[in-house]
């Protein structure tokens, strides 16, 4: 069964810390690109961070440079997004998704904002609420 579970989440005031978890199973997780992905209420979803599918490129949306830090764990299926200095703007329910062309690259930048309504799969999400 193919899964994407993310973990992490909760409520943190302005300037606080947290590592959001995404642990892959049921495909082969090595060939795909991955990303974190927002959407709070009212809003638009928004490709946060992502990471290509080779050479280990990243990208970020401008509005976390800084302060967001994206890495994979491919011995353990895992997908992390440490987020700092967190402001309520940050607020939403993240989630996290995959997505394979066969064997063709995927950039990090494509991952975030081309697959940002279609990636192939995706988790339910954790929710992420900065305030005071």
């Known amino acids: 069964q193919v899964q994407l579970v993310e973990s992490g989440g909760g409520l943190v005031q302005p300037g606080g810390s947290l590592r959001l978890s995404c642990v892959a199973s049921?495909?082969?997780?090595?060939?795909?690109?991955v990303g974190w992905f927002r959407q709070a209420p009212g809003k638009e979803r928004e490709g946060v961070s992502c990471?290509?599918?080779?050479?280990?490129?990243?990208y970020y949306t401008d509005s976390v440079k800084g302060r967001f830090t994206i890495s994979r764990d491919n011995a353990q299926n895992t997908l992390y997004l440490q987020m700092n200095d967190l402001k309520p703007e940050d607020s939403a329910l993240y989630y996290c998704?995959?997505?394979?062309?066969?064997?063709?690259?995927?950039?990090?930048?494509?991952?975030?904002?081309?697959?940002?309504?279609?990636?192939?799969?995706r988790g339910q999400g954790t929710l992420v609420t900065v305030s005071s």
């Open positions: 998704a995959a997505e394979r062309r066969g064997f063709s690259y995927i950039s990090a930048r494509n991952m975030c904002v081309d697959f940002l309504d279609s990636a192939s799969r």
């Open positions: 049921g495909f082969i997780w090595d060939y795909h690109a």
């Open positions: 990471i290509s599918n080779r050479r280990g490129g990243t």
